[in-house]
């Protein structure tokens, strides 16, 4: 055979190899393709993909991948879904005293990098009102409700611009009875209210009589109602009602009393209900006592510091039943202030609660510490500065919830891979071995390419 013979077979050989190596790559390619798109056109499956998503901030990021996201990461039955399994994460908390001209915030260590954005906002906040006489009221899903020169506002330190709302007075003297004497609560909606409304309570007591009058400022207008007067069993006609701490949950008021009895306000009916603390609690005995809400719609929680233990009790409104939850020794809450001197810390109080009383900030001496309650494990968050002053209350600070989801997308990429727990954005793709092997980067860098780094 010639030699022109043999190149022109060889050639042809090699065409053929080619020519079947492309058709295996486009072949696998279209499989890949088809794979793909059975899994992500699949909207129950998509579902379970986003809901391993652990931060809200995330799932907001997911959603601009493209409408079919969007829509399914959306929707109401599967937002409540995402809550049930992840909780808006505490990203710190405010300190305020008399001493600090404006509060400051605090930072809780172990964030992932994603969350720096809205830390530094949250640190920055009230940097240009250190000049101005600030305190702070309450703290909910995002937002703090501070007085400034006499008057309440809503500062929302999560969200750019800087969102502020200065609310008119409220008109107490017009409604109340001027028989009774008052207690007066600031207190937010539990969704925050979007920085336009908040509530405010007035509860008064006389001769063993309660009544309440609850304010609630919509849009720059206060709508007044008052409940019906309720016998209240005190120590004595002359006895003053004291109330130092309150929560609000469920579209309930719980107030704690120096009769050792908890009233309960409903805000949509404004029934009061007495509830007794039952006796095991022992509450004569202890040093400190705090509230904060419960896991469920018709729950309390109770926290007791006892001079030996840490306690922590549910109430059912509807069972009217006392449990108790947990139980933490006091002399392993003073193990963690151990220096390496041996020395320990010499006095504890509460500081506040949340995660419906599984955590703690609890004040040791001069330091501040995070009380994992079920858990049992203390961590040191914050050592107190001279120029702090007394820090008798902390405000811990939330991601805002329901996050808040963009109302078009376009000209996004549609392809996204879940890969270790982490959405990562396709960056093109190989295949070796029959098997898919993709270049990407985190999506969070590819969103913030695109300027989207400061979406919530």
Same mark, same amino acid.
């Given at each position: ?49 986003? !809901? ?24 109401? !039955? ?379």
């Amino acid at each position: 055979m010639a030699v022109g013979e043999l190149g022109d077979g060889a050639a042809s050989e090699g065409m053929a190899r080619l020519s079947l190596s492309a058709t295996v790559t486009a072949m696998a390619a279209t499989a890949t393709a088809t794979a793909t798109s059975s899994v992500f056109d699949n909207d129950d499956l998509l579902r379970e993909i986003l !809901v391993r998503v652990a931060l809200p901030h995330c799932l907001v990021r997911a959603s601009l991948v493209c409408k079919s996201w969007l829509r399914n990461a959306s929707d109401l !039955v599967f937002l409540r879904r995402f809550r049930s399994l992840h909780p808006p994460p505490t990203l710190g908390f405010y300190i305020d005293s008399s001493v600090l001209s404006c509060p400051r915030f605090v930072a809780l260590q172990g964030h992932p990098p994603e969350l720096g954005v809205l830390l530094g906002r949250a640190s920055r906040h009230f940097d240009a009102w250190s000049d101005v006489p600030l305190s702070m009221w309450d703290s909910r899903n995002g937002r703090v409700l501070v007085e400034i020169y006499g008057k309440l506002a809503v500062h929302s330190p999560l969200l750019p611009p800087a969102d502020i709302s200065v609310y008119p007075q409220t008109p107490l003297k017009v409604w109340l009875d001027r028989s009774f004497t008052y207690n007066l609560h600031e207190f937010l909606p539990e969704d925050g209210g979007n920085g336009r409304e908040y509530y405010r309570l007035a509860l008064g007591y006389k001769c063993k009589c309660m009544i309440a009058y609850l304010f609630h400022l919509v849009d720059g207008i206060w709508v007044g109602r008052a409940s019906d007067t309720i016998s209240f069993p005190g120590p004595d006609e002359q006895a003053e009602l004291v109330i130092p701490l309150g929560v609000h949950a469920f579209g309930k008021l719980f107030l704690l009393t120096n009769f050792s009895i908890i009233i309960v306000l409903d805000c949509k009916t404004l029934e009061l209900t007495k509830v007794n603390i039952t006796d095991e609690i022992e509450l004569e005995d202890c040093d400190e006592v705090d509230l904060c809400e419960g896991k469920l719609e018709d729950e309390f929680t109770l926290v007791c510091l006892h001079p030996t233990k840490l306690q922590v009790w549910t109430h059912n409104l509807s069972q009217i039943t006392w449990t108790l939850s947990h139980s933490v020794a006091r002399d392993d809450i003073l193990q963690a202030s151990v220096t390496e001197a041996g020395e320990s810390c010499a006095h504890v109080s509460i500081l506040g609660i949340a995660n419906a009383g599984k955590s703690a900030f609890l004040k040791l001496d001069d330091s501040i510490f995070l009380l994992d309650i079920v858990a049992k494990n203390m961590t040191k968050v914050y050592e107190i500065c001279p120029e702090d002053g007394d820090i008798e209350r902390i405000y811990p600070l939330l991601m805002i919830w329901p996050p808040k989801f963009p109302a078009h997308l376009t000209g996004l990429c549609t392809l996204v891979y879940l890969v270790d727990n982490q959405f990562l954005l396709e960056r093109g793709m190989k295949i070796l071995g029959g098997k898919c092997v993709l270049r990407t980067s985190d999506l969070s860098r590819a969103l913030h390419s695109l300027s989207l780094e400061g979406t919530l």
